[in-house]
């Protein structure tokens, strides 16, 4: 088990750029969450994943940020035309919901920090 | 709606001080409430948590009780040391709702130890 896996771990990008950052969560866990966390504030949901099925978004996931997760596996974010708002660390986290089990703990990655210029 | 409010910060102790973070929630359901810590250039960590009302999380002496009278959940620590310097997150989550496990997280608080 080598844990929650992110990359990269920096990425500097242009305003307007595309970028795609990758999660490899630990394995044959089923629930996949992705997080955004700006400087003082606490992680805030954006997407979550049971399986290969991307069950709910939040709102702060606008048209410009999709995510993936093909096979049930690994997962992509990706954000498209990027502005300098998106800048902030980008977190996955994964658990395994076993079925009648309730508030499994979630595993967290060390982020993504994107920085837009 | 599920929301954590934390007590802000930062808190600067001494080591070997007495901590407590204090950690209110609102929920709709029944949730499980967790302790996260962030390390310096580090990922989010576990450090406790607690699955119904009145069970105690610890964990490297750190404790926090789950009590649903006063919707808290604060943290507290005996005696500090310079390691436990970290941000401290208190979180919920509750997989009976419609929410799907997904955590609601405070602020967090940071916490400096002096030597």
């Known amino acids: 088990d080598t844990g929650v896996s992110q990359d990269p771990r920096h990425k500097i990008t242009k305003r307007g750029q595309n970028v795609t950052f990758r999660c490899d969560p630990i394995?044959?866990?089923?629930?996949l969450y992705w997080y955004r966390q700006t400087l003082g504030q606490g992680p805030e949901f954006l997407t979550y994943f049971q399986n290969e099925a991307q069950l709910e978004k939040s709102r702060l996931l606008s048209d410009r940020f999709s995510a993936e997760r093909p096979k049930g596996s690994f997962s992509t974010l990706e954000i498209q035309r990027t502005e300098q708002g998106d800048s902030a660390m980008y977190l996955c986290?994964?658990?395994?919901?076993?079925?009648?089990?309730?508030?499994?703990?979630?595993?967290f990655g060390q982020g993504t920090r994107l920085t837009v210029v | 709606g599920n929301s954590v409010t934390q007590m802000e910060g930062p808190v600067t102790l001494s080591e070997e001080a007495f901590l407590t973070i204090n950690c209110t929630y609102t929920?709709?359901?029944?949730?499980?409430l967790f302790w996260y810590v962030q390390y310096p250039g580090e990922g989010l960590q576990l450090l406790l948590k607690?699955?119904?009302?009145?069970d105690k999380g610890s964990n490297k002496g750190f404790e926090a009780t789950y009590r649903k009278e006063t919707t808290s959940f604060h943290l507290e620590k005996g005696s500090v040391q310079v390691s436990d310097s970290a941000v401290y997150f208190c979180a919920l989550s509750d997989d009976r709702g419609s929410t799907l496990g997904r955590l609601y997280f405070g602020r967090g608080t940071q916490l400096t130890v002096w030597p």
């Open positions: 929920a709709t359901g029944y949730p499980s």
């Open positions: 607690a699955t119904k009302a009145d």
């Open positions: 394995s044959e866990h089923n629930r």
């Open positions: 986290a994964s658990s395994l919901k076993p079925r009648g089990v309730v508030n499994t703990e979630a595993f």
